[in-house]
């Protein structure tokens, strides 16, 4: 207890506990990671190219202190999620979903990661949208990545693919089902955020296998509606 108050905000709070577990800069990020699959500390490292070394060991023993993460016993210098870990999910969500209205253009040196790009699509997955329609296997390259992601009716499966993508645990729920169409595309970081949020007229997407139909059933399964500016009434009567 006495580490705890001494790095701790000083307040019985729910979000100041919380906090003071997960809100040391990178924490987020590494619990994000974890949540596409258990990931040992080179893959960490690889998918966060700016943390430095010590802070990330930092972060992964402070994580497992706190009861966040904790070792793979059967993969060398593996981590991986706790149930209380995986309980962050609707929390990185969330925030995923308020950072695109921030989001703001590529910065020089910036990337997109596998693991980043399968916390967006789960962001952006619209159930509701997607319940009734065909199963449908959509293949994603963002930039130098590549994901697979597999909507059948209300679920969602995402798999990176490709260069520097690994292994995934065993895809949940029933046996795969017969896709009844596909899409391919290819598209810049800024294009996906464009087609994400709306901000793109999806005919003009390279496409590399399926139609324009398909992109429109993407655009209406995949969807972050960006947090606008206040009216101008609402605006008048916060002044007031």
């Not at 995949?222 to 009216?231: A, C, K, L, N, S």
């Given at each position: 207890m006495a580490t705890r108050a001494a790095r701790g905000f000083g307040q019985y709070s729910g979000a100041a506990r919380a906090l003071e577990r997960v809100g040391d800069r990178w924490a987020l990020l590494i619990v994000r990671d974890l949540l596409v699959g258990p990931r040992r500390y080179g893959d960490l490292k690889a998918g966060l190219p700016r943390i430095p070394t010590n802070i990330l060991s930092d972060r992964l023993r402070e994580l497992q202190e706190s009861g966040v993460v904790r070792r793979v016993p059967t993969v060398r210098g593996g981590y991986e999620l706790t149930a209380l870990g995986r309980a962050l999910e609707p929390v990185v969500v969330a925030l995923e979903r308020w950072g695109w209205s921030v989001l703001g253009e590529l910065a020089e040196g910036e990337l997109v990661t596998h693991d980043a790009l399968a916390v967006a699509l789960r962001a952006a997955f619209r159930p509701d949208a997607a319940a009734g329609m065909p199963p449908?296997?959509?293949?994603l390259h963002v930039g130098d990545v590549s994901v697979v992601a597999v909507v059948v009716d209300r679920t969602l499966d995402v798999v990176p693919i490709g260069p520097g993508a690994l292994p995934q645990p065993q895809r949940r729920g029933a046996p795969e089902a017969a896709f009844e169409s596909g899409l391919e595309l290819v598209i810049d970081p800024a294009g996906f955020r464009d087609l994400i949020s709306g901000g793109i007229d999806p005919g003009t997407v390279p496409i590399l296998a399926g139609d324009t139909e398909t992109v429109g059933r993407f655009t209406s399964?995949?969807?972050?509606?960006?947090?606008?500016?206040?009216?101008?009434?609402?605006a008048g009567a916060d002044a007031a």
């Open positions: 449908t296997e959509y293949v399964t995949f969807r972050i509606d960006p947090v606008g500016p206040p009216t101008d009434a609402a």
